[in-house]
């Protein structure tokens, strides 16, 4: 189910999440994807998001202290990579959207022209628009913390990360750190065994010391060992059952299932 943003804040009360949004070059489908988002979630966000950077709806826009930048487009000229890394340095989090942001393609294309096919007209335009040698994705220039893939994005990917990013951010706004002492105990030829629940299921850590509280032997049993004979099966289904469905589609639904 749909979670709404901040619902699971302990505090009730938080900061807005502060987001940019910025197009390079590109055809803008997932910045009308988003719009056409904003007619289903615009009451819910107004109260949890504010929009500070974001062009295709309103004329003042500020870089300052983004929580956020989603950024679509590829990046063509030095000018567009000196603007992204200016969003990289006031933002916490960077997420690429959509196809040409994540990995270049259709943008990229360019790139694979050999010289012949480049004619005065296109040469013209490369000239006159400040175009570089070559197209790039957007982690070729800054780091990228996450992808939303698709072209356009896939809108239910782009609404799981907004909520993550959204509970990261309160968590640190709200996180309190108690100032606890180490516990320190005489040591003894022991083996402990401790279990706790991580994000994607049961971690248990076994730990055996001697005498002098030396680790002799430690074993961890991770939740993605877990988790991966059922991964593994429930890939081997979807693929089995979809192979009709272009490679993108396949691309991200396996990413969610290897994820959730
Ligand atoms: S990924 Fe697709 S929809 Fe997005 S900018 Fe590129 S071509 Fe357009």
Redesign the pocket.
């Known amino acids: 189910m749909e979670r709404s943003l901040h619902q699971t804040s302990g505090t009730g009360e938080h900061k807005r999440l502060v987001v940019g949004w910025f197009s390079f070059t ?5 910045t009308i994807l988003l719009t056409e988002l904003l007619n289903d979630h615009f009451d819910e966000w107004k109260r949890v998001v504010e929009f500070r950077h974001i062009k295709a709806l309103k004329t003042k826009n500020s870089l300052d202290g983004l929580d956020v930048a989603f950024i ?3 990046i063509w000229s030095e000018s567009q990579a000196n603007e992204v890394r200016q969003i990289r340095e006031n933002s916490k989090y960077v997420v690429a959207i ?4 994540c990995t270049g393609q ?2 990229t294309s360019r790139n694979r022209f050999a010289s012949e096919q480049i004619n005065e007209r296109i040469r013209w335009y490369l000239s006159h628009f400040d175009y570089g040698k070559e197209v790039k994705k957007l982690n070729e220039v800054v780091q990228v913390d996450d992808m939303v893939r ?4 896939k809108a239910p990917s782009f609404l799981q990360i907004l909520q993550c990013v959204d509970d990261a951010i309160d968590l640190l706004r709200t996180l309190q750190l108690a100032d606890d002492k180490p516990v320190r105990t005489p040591a003894t030829a022991s083996t402990g065994v401790g279990v706790i629940e991580a994000p994607r299921g049961l971690l248990y850590h076994t730990a055996k010391v001697d005498e002098e509280g030396v680790i002799e032997d430690y074993d961890v049993i991770v939740p993605t060992a877990q988790n991966q004979i059922n991964i593994e099966n429930d890939l081997k289904d979807y693929f089995n059952e979809n192979l009709d469905k272009d490679e993108e589609t396949l691309r991200a639904n396996a990413e969610s299932m290897i994820r959730a």
Do not use: L, V
Request: overall charge negative; hydrophobic content about 15%; glycine content about 22%.
């Open positions: 590109c055809c803008q489908d997932s679509e487009g590829g959509g196809a040409c942001a259709p943008s698709g072209c356009p994005m």
